[in-house]
């Protein structure tokens, strides 16, 4: 394994500060959560806030490692709601204790109900009070899936919680510990996996400007298309379970960055647009977000309506 | 004297569950199960292209998005007046039958197993299993470390008496590590149908976008037989096996007496299914009827109107509301409140005579001894859910060979101006059922009631209790400061409150 220096991590510190819009300021200190995450000792909390575990379970079909592998050799995974045998005030202990040692990566999983803190709490405490204190003194901060990176589905449009992702809400408290988004719904878990397992080997990978690693997110999905030939020759499926490109079905691989049309979901067993499924942009900032944004053309008047 | 023991979060289940209990001369006599995260899906579908409702509703949960994917597109299928041909009935089972199978192995080994057996028993394992001797290894080094809490997140845990019989714990260790591998495989299996899971994007109205190919149909066998060995193998006899150490939870966990299934897995077109539909009200049988639903919201953080059906049911949020102590309704049928899930689903499938059921349930019982009464228990729903794998694997092993390649997967379909649907079906923690209503082309309205609704409801606007609620009094609680009798009978249920409130 390829051993850093001080200087490698205070250079790849100020690499992450910048893509989050941190001044050098925060450098060192994230320098330092590197180094610790490079040791493999880093101690992991995972925090659900609006979620529906999905992100979790998605990193339960990881291939290689497995995720059994990935708690036993990779991380210490302190606290996780749906694996810690650890329940009720034991939880809490074992939560607010590992939080006080600090030097963890924080992982968190769903959206921050910003506009209705009563929408989320554990052990008594507002998940946007624990969500504060957790990312204060973490090293890092992973926002797993698109509720925690970009607000998802509780985010959605005319949403009664004022569901916000968790790095902006990290922002709007003027909380400064870096965070990188996976997002996807779910996540896949090859990007926490990878992503966990670049920062543990070699450093911090490369960043796009909403903080997406460049190696999972870097291209649209329309680019990577195995029905992308079908596009360029114009040959569009008209319903349902036809041949041919998906875009007059509601494809949305035209606007969103990830790499699941090579990748593969579900350790190889298929993708969405091999399925026949036009992708609903589920890793997009975008999301779910709109009401006149449907997922479907069906019936929508200015498109196909006729066909 | 009475103790108030507060168990909050109950980890090990899916979402944010708060338990209090008062304990009076060690037993409990009061429940309160507190529902404690909420987003607002019925609010926020409102206005929307009723199509979204599919994928929107599936991220109501991660652990059975294909159950809420499933209720939806079946809401849908009536509101447009389609129906999906065989390929694409087949391909929906076969994709909702396979999630059952790792929802099941993951309730069972990484949720539960870990109240039962004791994990720290392979630190002396001397054998040769290369499983066993990872596992041990790896917790003796973290037990040597210096590590805050060394072997998290399976350490620590309640101080409790946990099983001794150490091949039933060394099994169920080596069992617990190959279920992470078989839960994936049979996520992989729905997969090969639906696009991915969880979220599944090849669930449409009509049927399902997903062709039949053959490679498809043979991998999907493939997966399904090593899945058929291990829940038959491993999984009912491990279930059978903490039954046999913890005989006493054959006693407890009794919850209302009343039990309600949808039905799920239609075989045909014309509506028969797999398990049928059906009501047990105190043991006795009657035919489902819908519209005696209501949801009652007296203890609910919501500010609209009580008793509605869910056609006409309401949504609006009150967090601050006085008296109210969860985010979750209180459904109830003809007043009553009913127990969903496996056990509701093999009861009624029991009472009315069908065989496949009959046959394993008689030949569970005269295994443990026991009388049908034992089944309405904390054990019964573990049993129940073992029994119900093993009956569902063998089924889509069938499905899959009527598949169909070359015929069509999906029916085509107008969307309609306006139209009304409900979508009824068994999600793996119990009945499912959602409605919409549209209008211009739009969601007008809404409605989800989810299993752990039913489950984990609370006190309905008269004061009676919900069946989670009703379980909890009488078991005994040696010890207020680990309370682990209690948390073994709520996860019984395999409670989801993302899915509850919603």
């Known amino acids: 394994m390829k051993q850093f220096d001080r200087r490698e991590f205070m250079r790849m510190g100020g690499q992450l500060a910048l893509a989050m819009g941190l001044g050098a300021g925060a450098t060192p200190r994230i320098a330092e959560g590197l180094e610790a995450l490079a040791s493999g000792t880093a101690p992991v909390i995972w925090l659900q806030g609006q979620s529906c575990s999905g992100c979790s379970v998605s990193f339960l079909n990881s291939r290689a490692p497995s995720p059994f592998a990935v708690l036993t050799q990779f991380i210490s995974l302190r606290f996780h709601s749906t694996l810690s045998t650890a329940t009720g005030h034991l939880a809490m202990e074992v939560l607010h204790k590992s939080l006080q040692e600090g030097g963890h990566l924080l992982v968190v999983e769903g959206s921050i109900p910003a506009g209705m803190p009563r929408a989320c709490v554990m052990g008594e405490e507002p998940m946007t009070e624990l969500v504060k204190t957790a990312a204060k003194n973490a090293k890092a901060v992973v926002a797993i899936g698109t509720c925690a990176s970009f607000g998802g589905v509780p985010a959605a449009e005319n949403n009664p919680t004022g569901a916000i992702g968790v790095p902006d809400f990290l922002v709007k408290e003027g909380i400064t510990t870096p965070a990188l988004r996976l997002p996807g719904c779910p996540a896949h878990p090859d990007w926490l996996v990878g992503t966990l397992a670049y920062v543990l080997k070699v450093g911090l990978p490369e960043l796009d400007k909403l903080a997406r690693p460049v190696m999972f997110y870097g291209r649209l999905i329309h680019d990577q298309c195995p029905r992308f030939a079908d596009y360029e020759r114009e040959r569009f499926a008209e319903k349902f379970s036809e041949d041919g490109c998906l875009f007059k079905l509601g494809c949305l691989g035209v606007s969103t960055n990830a790499d699941c049309t090579y990748r593969h979901w579900n350790r190889g067993a298929n993708t969405c647009i091999k399925a026949g499924a036009p992708c609903i942009g589920c890793a997009s900032p975008t999301f779910a977000a709109k009401a006149n944004l449907p997922f479907y053309l069906k019936g929508v008047a200015s498109v196909t309506e006729g066909a | ?502």
């Open chain 2, 1 to 502: 004297m009475a103790t108030t023991v507060l168990i909050d979060p109950v980890t090990r289940i899916e979402g944010h569950l708060a338990i209090k209990v008062e304990v009076t001369d060690g037993k409990v006599t009061e429940g309160r199960c507190m529902g404690e995260m909420f987003r607002g899906f019925e609010v926020l579908l409102r206005g929307r292209h009723p199509m979204d409702a599919g994928q929107i509703t599936q991220r109501i949960c991660g652990v059975c998005p294909i159950s809420h994917g499933t209720a939806s597109i079946f809401a849908q299928d009536m509101a447009y007046n389609v129906t999906p041909p065989d390929n694409g009935r087949l391909i929906r089972n076969l994709i909702l039958g396979a999630n059952y199978i790792q929802s099941h192995l993951i309730h069972f080994y990484h949720l539960s197993a870990l109240d039962f057996i004791d994990i720290a028993a392979v630190t002396g394992y001397q054998g040769e299993d290369g499983t066993l001797r990872s596992l041990r290894d790896w917790v003796n080094a973290e037990l040597a470390s210096k590590r805050l809490y060394p072997a998290a997140p399976f350490l620590p845990r309640y101080e409790a008496q946990y099983a001794t019989d150490p091949t039933l714990n060394l099994t169920a260790a080596k069992h617990f590590v190959e279920a992470l591998e078989m839960r994936a495989l049979a996520h992989d299996s729905a997969a090969l149908f639906a696009g991915k899971i969880p979220h599944a994007t090849a669930l449409v109205p009509g049927g399902v976008t997903q062709i039949v190919t053959m490679d498809r149909v043979a991998a999907y066998m493939a997966n399904m037989q090593i899945l058929q060995a291990f829940v038959n193998e491993c999984y009912v006899p491990d279930v059978i096996g903490v039954a046999q150490a913890f005989p006493d939870y054959f006693a407890l966990g009794k919850s209302c007496g009343n039990f309600l299934s949808y039905g799920n897995f239609p075989e045909s077109s014309s509506g028969s299914r797999l398990f049928p539909a059906g009501v047990l009200i105190k043991g006795t049988p009657e035919e489902l009827k819908t519209d005696v639903i209501t949801e009652e919201v007296k203890y609910s953080l919501f500010s609209s109107p009580s008793g509605l059906h869910p056609e006409k049911g309401e949504t609006e949020p009150a967090p601050d509301k006085a008296d109210a102590y969860t985010w979750l309704k209180a459904p109830r049928y003809q007043g009553h409140p009913m127990e969903v899930g496996a056990l509701a689903r093999v009861l009624v499938a029991y009472q009315q005579g069908v065989q496949a059921v009959r046959g394993e349930v008689d030949g569970l019982l005269a295994k443990l001894g026991a009388g049908p009464e034992a089944l309405d228990s904390a054990l019964g729903r573990h049993a129940a859910r073992a029994l119900e794998a093993k009956i569902i694997v063998a089924r889509c092993l069938e499905w899959a060979g009527q598949l169909r390649p070359g015929e069509p997967v999906f029916t085509d379909f107008e969307l309609p101006d306006s139209g009304k649907g409900q979508g009824l079906m068994e999600a793996p923690r119990g009945a499912l059922g959602h409605w919409i209503e549209i209008e211009n082309k739009k969601i007008a309205r809404y409605q989800c009631i989810v299993p752990t609704t039913w489950n984990c409801s609370p006190k309905d606007d008269n004061g009676v209790p919900g069946p989670i609620e009703q379980s909890l009094v009488g078991t005994p609680v040696a010890d207020p400061a680990n309370p682990i009798e209690a948390a073994r009978v709520v996860r019984s249920f395999d409670p989801c409150i993302a899915c509850a409130v919603h």
